[in-house]
């Protein structure tokens, strides 16, 4: 059975933190795990991912707030979000790229509002 399952989301006030995890099955050969978000009213953009030999890749503007790691006893990639501003709301979204195929979890919501 395959799957991605993304959990941790929720609402945090400006400079809260949250951690997201994407725990994953029945996908082999996977080059990266990543995490996409989507804000309100824009499209899907990439924020981070990390490759099956730890090289890792954040977005401009999370760059120093947010890590992506991963637990691979645990078949887990998480997403710490640290010193999180309103512009970081939207849904993430676990991807996870095998050759040419790309895998989607069903997202979760970060809202992040005083």
């Known amino acids: 059975q395959v799957y991605l399952v993304e959990s941790g989301g929720g609402l945090v006030q400006p400079g809260g933190s949250l951690r997201l995890s994407c725990a994953r099955s029945?996908?082999?050969?996977?080059?990266?795990m990543g995490w996409y978000r989507q804000p309100p009213g824009k499209q899907r953009e990439l924020v981070a991912w990390?490759?099956?030999?730890?090289?890792?890749y954040y977005r401009d503007s999370v760059k120093g707030r947010f890590t992506i790691s991963r637990d691979n006893a645990r078949n887990t990639v998480y997403l710490q979000l640290n010193s999180l501003k309103s512009e970081d709301t939207g849904v993430y979204y676990c991807?996870?790229?095998?050759?040419?195929?790309?895998?989607w979890g069903q997202g979760t919501q970060v809202t992040v509002s005083s």
């Open positions: 991807n996870a790229r095998a050759g040419a195929i790309d895998y």
């Open positions: 029945g996908i082999f050969s996977i080059n990266r």
């Open positions: 990390i490759t099956s030999d730890g090289t890792t």
